[in-house]
Nanobody, 123 residues
Framework: EVQLQASGGGLVQAGGSLRLFCAASGFTVEDYAMGWFRQAPGKEREEISCINTGDDYTYYADSVKGRFTLAGDSAKRTVTLEMNSLRPEDTAVYFC????????????????WGQGTQVTVSS
């Protein structure tokens, strides 16, 4: 069974940092594109970061580029998102995602979703 378990969210002051974790099971993670979406109330889902296994391309949305860093460890079956210089507009539920398409990053084609973890940034 494919499972994605996200954790690490919390409450942080503007300018602070958080690290999100995704634990994957039920599939070979090195054969999947993996990354993160976020969704704030009343807003559309936003793809914020992803890594393709097909071409090793790492995608970052303009809204987070330079502040967030994506990293994966296939042996540990984990994906992390290091978030720095957080802003109130980063407040959202963050979802770990995976795609069978090894070139999915930037195209928003994902097959599996975690349950999400809440990130709240106060001003």
């Amino acid at each position: 069974e494919v499972q994605l378990q996200a954790s690490g969210g919390g409450l942080v002051q503007a300018g602070g940092s958080l690290r999100l974790f995704c634990a994957a099971s039920g599939f070979t993670v090195e054969d999947y594109a993996m990354g993160w979406f976020r969704q704030a109330p009343g807003k559309e889902r936003e793809e914020i970061s992803c890594i393709n296994t097909g071409d090793d391309y790492t995608y970052y949305a303009d809204s987070v580029k330079g502040r967030f860093t994506l990293a994966g460890d296939s042996a540990k079956r984990t994906v992390t998102l290091e978030m720095n210089s957080l802003r109130p507009e980063d407040t959202a539920v963050y979802f770990c995602v995976a795609a069978r398409d090894e070139y999915a990053c930037g195209h928003a084609d994902y097959d599996y979703w975690g349950q999400g973890t809440q990130v709240t940034v106060s001003s």
